[in-house]
């Protein structure tokens, strides 16, 4: 039987925890035998030396792409540094050749600067997005996934989503039994719920240069379960309801529906994750007309259900 190959890309300056990742779950015997081999690569074939001034010694160099089943990217030191070209070919015709290629994390910008997902599906952390979106524009960047495969590229959200995507990958070549016994051993789930939209921190403005519009933010914010109507809030300002809407879209950069329901999910998650409030009342704490409002406007917010998220981050 072929042991599938995985070349693993040392990077200068590397994380050890990403290269950790993909080595250790390729490394792993559920069965007491390999299911992959596993080789260290770097573009001279020498030594790299990590973030905490570490060292280890790579396996090869670009050669072992020659022949790797999976070539692995997991992260990138500097997103405004491009590859080196010859690694960038060695990818390029690893993946003619029917190789898998792998970005873990930022190594999605490898696989972009390379020109590998130009029109295809991608991911990466999100605390990128802005910034792939505006270099690569022929990409199309999945900003809730924790992975994506397109046409035999694969890349992932940040951090731990990278053992999402090498589970992924495993259950891909050797079925789920395979994939649930190495996630029992790593003491993680073999699939988790949702994507980066539960993590992504998006605040929403406490205070703006319009000091009538922050009175009212105030007020807002310490009776979010009331009805409010445009007109009424226009009026309580002397305004007619045209200036006050466009008042407060250029105070906060949102219009007041939008501003309210992100206020109100807010402060769900509060109650969600200190609190045993049945679902059913917080929808009612936070001025959700109907239960299942709430949960159609947090599962759209977040991609998770009420439910999904107090099980993550709740107090136990």
């Given at each position: 039987?072929?042991?599938?190959?995985?070349?693993?890309?040392?990077?200068?300056?590397?994380?050890?925890?990403?290269?950790?990742?993909?080595?250790?779950?390729?490394?792993?015997?559920?069965?007491?035998?390999?299911?992959?081999?596993?080789?260290?690569?770097?573009?001279?074939?020498?030594?790299?030396?990590?973030?905490?001034?570490?060292?280890?010694?790579?396996?090869?160099?670009?050669?072992?792409?020659?022949?790797?089943?999976?070539?692995?990217?997991?992260?990138?030191?500097?997103?405004?540094?491009?590859?080196?070209?010859?690694?960038?070919?060695?990818?390029?015709?690893?993946?003619?050749?029917?190789?898998?290629?792998?970005?873990?994390?930022?190594?999605?910008?490898?696989?972009?600067?390379?020109?590998?997902?130009?029109?295809?599906?991608?991911?990466?952390?999100?605390?990128?997005?802005?910034d792939f979106n505006h270099r690569f524009t022929q990409v199309k960047l999945n900003t809730n996934a924790l992975y994506v495969e397109s046409e035999r590229v694969v890349t992932s959200a940040g951090t731990a989503a990278?053992?999402?995507?090498?589970?992924?990958?495993?259950?891909?070549?050797?079925?789920?039994?395979?994939?649930?016994?190495?996630?029992?051993?790593?003491?993680?789930?073999?699939?988790?719920?949702?994507?980066?939209?539960?993590?992504?921190?998006?605040?929403?403005?406490?205070?703006?240069?319009?000091?009538?519009?922050?009175?009212?933010?105030?007020?807002?914010?310490?009776?979010?379960?009331?009805?409010?109507?445009?007109?009424?809030?226009?009026?309580?300002?002397?305004?007619?309801?045209?200036?006050?809407?466009?008042?407060?879209?250029?105070?906060?950069?949102?219009?007041?529906?939008?501003?309210?329901?992100?206020?109100?999910?807010?402060?769900?998650?509060?109650?969600?994750?200190?609190?045993?409030?049945?679902?059913?009342?917080?929808?009612?704490?936070?001025?959700?007309?109907?239960?299942?409002?709430?949960?159609?406007?947090?599962?759209?917010?977040?991609?998770?259900?009420?439910?999904?998220?107090?099980?993550?981050?709740?107090?136990?």
């Open positions: 039987m072929h042991i599938p190959s995985v070349a693993i890309l040392l990077y200068p300056s590397f994380s050890l925890f990403h290269i950790a990742v993909p080595q250790t779950v390729f490394s792993l015997m559920p069965e007491g035998k390999p299911l992959f081999d596993v080789k260290l690569f770097s573009t001279d074939g020498g030594s790299q030396q990590a973030e905490n001034c570490m060292v280890v010694q790579a396996d090869g160099g670009i050669e072992l792409l020659e022949s790797a089943d999976i070539v692995i990217i997991p992260g990138w030191h500097d997103l405004d540094c491009e590859p080196a070209p010859h690694l960038e070919q060695a990818l390029i015709k690893a993946y003619e050749r029917g190789a898998k290629v792998v970005g873990l994390c930022y190594g999605a910008y490898v696989l972009a600067y390379s020109g590998l997902l130009n029109q295809k599906e991608a991911a990466t952390h999100w605390m990128a997005e802005e990278a053992l999402d995507c090498c589970l992924y990958i495993v259950r891909s070549q050797y079925g789920t039994k395979i994939a649930n016994q190495m996630a029992r051993i790593l003491v993680v789930p073999p699939h988790r719920e949702g994507g980066q939209a539960q993590f992504i921190a998006q605040p929403i403005p406490k205070s703006t240069q319009n000091a009538e519009i922050n009175r009212l933010l105030d007020d807002l914010r310490g009776n979010i379960a009331k009805d409010y109507s445009i007109t009424e809030l226009a009026e309580k300002l002397c305004m007619s309801r045209r200036t006050f809407t466009r008042h407060f879209n250029k105070a906060t950069g949102m219009s007041f529906r939008k501003w309210l329901i992100n206020e109100r999910l807010a402060h769900s998650l509060e109650l969600l994750e200190n609190s045993s409030v049945p679902v059913e009342r917080v929808a009612e704490m936070i001025g959700f007309q109907t239960p299942t409002s709430f949960r159609q406007h947090f599962n759209h917010r977040f991609h998770v259900t009420p439910s999904a998220w107090r099980k993550t981050f709740g107090q136990r």
